[in-house]
């Protein structure tokens, strides 16, 4: 994706650009806003301006995708990226095919390739653990209404004194989203 005609940096208002199609909610104040909390830091240019190059924006698609698609919060998601989970590529890549195996023979050959060590599992992104308290405030709930949600099956006790929310598409009507829950018969 070429970045500019005339340097190879995007401005933030060409980031908006870039990516509001994708992340229709996404604004200016969002990016400063994510740049204070410490997940992305654009260079600046010696007058102040951000310099984004094309890994800050895999880096802001990656985070802005964790926060829609996943629901994390931006404390777990801001944990991924110090342990080098969120490198905006690692996630969202897909997994390299294996190399072929030193010694392996065509198909006529009799010597079979050894089997490589398998790939660490990727991380669980379904399922979201956070303290009781840490869920109420993050997703700006009620007890009751946690407790309801707990009733139906949606979240539920994790290891120690965590909850374990299992996010849906669904729940948008829950937060005041556009999406709506799907139909049953009646």
Known sequence: MPLSRSRDYLSI????????????????????????????EPKRTPSGY???????LKRLHWILTMQRDHFLP??????????????????????????????????????????????????????????????LKSAGLTERELASLEEYGIVGP????????RPSRWLGPLNGSSTTAPKRDT
């Open 50 to 56: 951000r310099m984004f190059f094309d890994k800050d």
């Open 74 to 135: 931006l404390k777990v998601i801001k944990e991924r990226i110090e342990s080098g989970a969120g490198n905006g590529e690692a996630l969202l890549a897909p997994a390299a095919p294996p190399a072929p195996a030193k010694g392996a023979k065509g198909a006529k050959g009799a010597k079979a390739a050894p089997v490589a060590a398998a790939a660490p599992p990727p991380p669980d992104l379904t399922t979201v653990q956070l303290s009781r308290p840490e869920l």
């Open 158 to 165: 994790g290891e120690g004194a965590t909850t374990t929310a």
């Open 13 to 40: 208002g060409e980031v908006l650009e870039t990516l509001q199609e994708e992340f229709p909610d996404v604004t200016i104040s969002k990016i400063r806003f994510l740049e204070s909390e410490g997940l992305i």
